[in-house]
């Protein structure tokens, strides 16, 4: 059997030509013309006003963070289950990440935890769409509203999902998301910085170019410390391919997943990721996820290196971020603490076929019987 990868992008002739182009043609005068392209291509799919592309969605969620004003002493509280980078540019900042614990079901942000964690120190939520699952967004706004709080979508993993309507990443303060190479759309690396508010992006305007600001006629001055998150024109020519192929790659990985549930939710004591209930909602399932029951006694070690033993790559579930040795641990978050040992993420690439889905199927299938 070929080797089947967890994740891996979609190349097409199309990303190959504009990415020459942008090699052979993009630079001087010519140096952003795909930057800005990206940019409008991906402001349309969002129907949102303001975006920027940035090196990586650490960046722009480094930047979002520090035009909104968060600095020394302030907390954030986001979702304990999380990839570090959701917490890392908060503590970039002097600031403190305040980590509750997730819902059961969506694996996001528990909306009942919020409100027991705000202090007079809190500034802002962080919302992460968890592996193309969706927060609960109209509980996590009226709480921001009612305590006076930012809140920022983490949409790293998110492009495809949409909820109530609205394309996740645009209904916070600002949204952030990821290209790098394991997600739906890619750059290799980098990521976009989204928002509707026109001062806040004239703000990361000027804090990615190293604190200059485009309106002053003075070249080379800056007028505040900035940051360089800036993407290349090579990277923005992929985008722009990727963009314009984005409902395809979108739908290829809603595909995926339906062929995985179809299967497996037949199990008893498996679950994968939700399937929302609510009008104009979807996820985009970044990654199908799969949950075994405690009763099953999951020893995801043993999966895994059954998953090595037949050619199938496999992607443990995300840690608490308070049991990582740099923060305090969280023990009172027991679904996180619980779940984080019982999940594994399946190859989704978008090129796998039947064949190979079924195999990674009977394989998790024949672990169960062992």
């Given at each position: 059997m070929k080797k089947i990868h967890y994740t891996k992008p979609s190349i097409t002739n199309l990303e190959i030509q504009y990415a020459t182009d942008a090699a052979k043609n993009g630079w001087g005068e010519k140096c952003y013309?795909?930057?800005?392209?990206?940019?409008?291509?991906?402001?349309?799919?969002?129907?949102?006003?303001?975006?920027?592309?940035?090196?990586?969605?650490?960046?722009?969620?480094?930047?979002?963070?520090?035009?909104l004003g968060i600095s020394y002493d302030d907390e954030v509280i986001l979702a304990d289950i999380n990839w570090i980078a959701s917490a890392a540019p908060i503590t970039y900042l002097g600031a403190k990440p305040v980590f509750v614990d997730v819902l059961n079901d969506t694996w996001c942000i528990d909306p009942s935890k919020i409100e027991a964690a705000i202090t007079p120190k809190t500034k802002a939520i962080i919302a992460v769409h968890l592996y193309g699952n969706l927060c609960n967004m109209d509980e996590i706004m009226n709480i921001a509203k009612k305590h006076n709080l930012y809140v920022i979508e983490d949409a790293a993993e998110a492009i495809g999902s949409i909820y109530k309507?609205?394309?996740?990443?645009?209904?916070?303060?600002?949204?952030?998301?990821?290209?790098?190479?394991?997600?739906?759309?890619?750059?290799?690396?980098?990521?976009?910085?989204?928002?509707?508010?026109?001062?806040?992006?004239?703000?990361?305007?000027?804090?990615?170019?190293?604190?200059?600001?485009?309106?002053?006629?003075k070249q080379f001055w800056a007028e505040t410390i900035g940051f360089k998150y800036k993407i290349s024109n090579i990277q923005a020519a992929i985008g722009c391919a990727q963009v314009e192929r984005i409902d395809e790659l979108i739908n290829k990985k809603?595909?995926?997943?339906?062929?995985?549930?179809?299967?497996?939710?037949?199990?008893?004591?498996?679950?994968?990721?939700?399937?929302?209930?609510?009008?104009?909602?979807?996820?985009?399932?970044?990654?199908?996820?799969?949950?075994?029951d405690k009763k099953l006694g999951y020893d995801r070690e043993k999966l895994l290196k059954i998953f090595k033993q037949n050619n199938i790559d496999g992607r443990v579930f995300f840690y608490p971020l308070s049991s990582l040795p740099m923060f305090e641990e969280k023990l009172e978050n027991k679904v996180s603490y619980s779940i984080f040992e019982r999940g594994i993420n399946l190859p989704s690439y978008h090129d796998i076929n039947s064949n190979s889905i079924k195999y990674v199927i009977d394989i998790i299938k024949e672990s169960l019987n062992d």
């Open positions: 013309d795909y930057i800005y392209k990206f940019e409008n291509l991906f402001k349309e799919h969002l129907n949102i006003k303001y975006t920027m592309a940035t090196s990586s969605c650490t960046g722009a969620m480094h930047m979002g963070l520090s035009a309507g609205k394309k996740a990443g645009t209904i916070g303060d600002f949204g952030v998301f990821s290209f790098h190479g394991t997600k739906t759309i890619t750059t290799g690396e980098g990521g976009m910085f989204v928002t509707n508010n026109e001062h806040l992006y004239e703000k990361v305007n000027i804090l990615n170019s190293h604190g200059r600001n485009p309106k002053n006629p809603r595909e995926i997943f339906f062929e995985y549930n179809k299967e497996l939710s037949q199990i008893n004591n498996l679950t994968m990721n939700p399937i929302p209930k609510e009008k104009d909602t979807q996820y985009g399932y970044w990654m199908p996820t799969l949950i075994f």
